[in-house]
């Protein structure tokens, strides 16, 4: 039995989305173009950017609200999106649910645990699929990662890195967010590891710090040792603020099992070797290949469709509220870890 009401409409998914800034455009560009899914308000807290961006995506005027009270009452939609900053999810995603929406929302779930907590309560008491996203999972270089370290190709796991290295310079909200790596990013990078490793974390120790030149005026570098399940230990390092030689959006990894390792730059395919003998200093390995998984709906769009799917069969998406909050919780957990200067427990 589905935790949630399944869709049981004829026609397309009515969607109001909230948020209209610079990221969400590609929210509507592609929700417009989905079969399945119809854009029926557009809502945000200046009116003037619903306004354009109804205009750019020759939306009729109608569908621009001046707030998100009043598009569900007239528009009377299936779905809300929430696409706006994390400060505002609690507010748009409960507002959403009472009024017995579905929601699509941005990652991070929520701003602080006892909202996520509420937010994952309130969807459970009115039947509605709160559904997170966290696009990474719909790739297909990680999914083959993914898929080689639970099939045992180098054995059980023991460590996993990633490294995320990238001068990213946004303007706007994100260069004067507190915490602005740890919240805004590396939940993708955290949200990754939970699906590599197939583990929970357990406890974490982070340095968090702003380096020398950096732009942000909270802190946007940070390093990260995670205790998870199964006695696995994940290791983080990155920054927002760094020069050169960047790595790509999804990191770049290393797992090392205790028959051998695999890396993935992020972008390519992921490698694998093998110990294959048993002399010498370092036993030798050999290559494995890493079955390639090909997908129809990437990234974003591959999030669109779950989300479809989901609502209309009753089926729970791997990133529905209840299982997201430990990635929230990760990276909470480590902005407390470098507040105290001592490792913390991860509790969600």
């Known amino acids: 039995m589905s935790a949630f009401e399944k869709f049981s409409g004829s026609g397309p998914i009515r969607v109001v989305q909230v948020g209209c800034g610079g990221m969400a455009q590609g929210w509507v560009e592609r929700s417009i173009k989905k079969p399945g899914l119809q854009v029926v308000g557009l809502v945000d807290i200046r009116r003037q950017a619903a306004e354009d961006t109804a205009k750019k995506f020759n939306l009729p005027a109608s569908v621009v609200y001046d707030s998100l009270g009043d598009a569900l009452k007239q528009a009377k939609p299936d779905a809300v999106f929430d696409i706006t900053i994390p400060g505002a999810h609690y507010a748009v995603t409960t507002e959403a649910l009472r009024a017995g929406c579905h929601v699509l929302g941005e990652k991070p779930l929520s701003d602080t645990l006892p909202h996520a907590r509420e937010m994952c309560k309130l969807a459970a008491e009115t039947k509605r699929l709160y559904m997170v996203t966290q696009n990474r999972r719909h790739a297909g270089n990680i999914i083959a990662f993914s898929n080689a370290v639970k099939n045992n190709v180098i054995g059980q796991l023991s460590t996993l890195d990633a490294d995320f290295f990238i001068g990213a310079h946004f303007g706007g909200f994100r260069d004067a967010m507190d915490n602005v790596l740890i919240v805004d990013m590396a939940i993708h990078t955290f949200d990754q590891a939970r699906l590599i490793s197939g583990a929970d ?63 993935w730059d992020g972008a390519s395919d992921p490698k694998a070797q093998v110990v294959c003998g048993d002399q010498g200093f370092t036993r030798p390995v050999k290559d494995v290949p890493i079955p390639s998984q090909p997908l129809e709906f990437s990234q974003h769009e591959g999030v669109l469709e779950e989300f479809i799917q989901c609502v209309k069969s009753g089926k729970t998406p791997q990133t529905v509220c209840t299982d997201n909050i430990k990635s929230l919780a990760m990276c909470l957990a480590s902005v407390e870890s470098a507040k105290t200067g001592k490792k913390v427990k991860v509790e969600w």
């Open 201 to 263: 974390p357990v406890s974490v120790y982070c340095h968090e710090f702003n380096p020398h030149g950096s732009w942000y005026k909270g802190n946007a570098a940070a390093i990260c040792i995670y205790e998870m399940t199964n006695g696995i230990v994940f290791t983080y390092r990155g920054s927002w603020a760094a020069a050169g030689f960047n790595t790509s959006w999804e990191s770049t990894w290393r797992a090392v099992g205790v028959n051998g390792s695999i890396i």
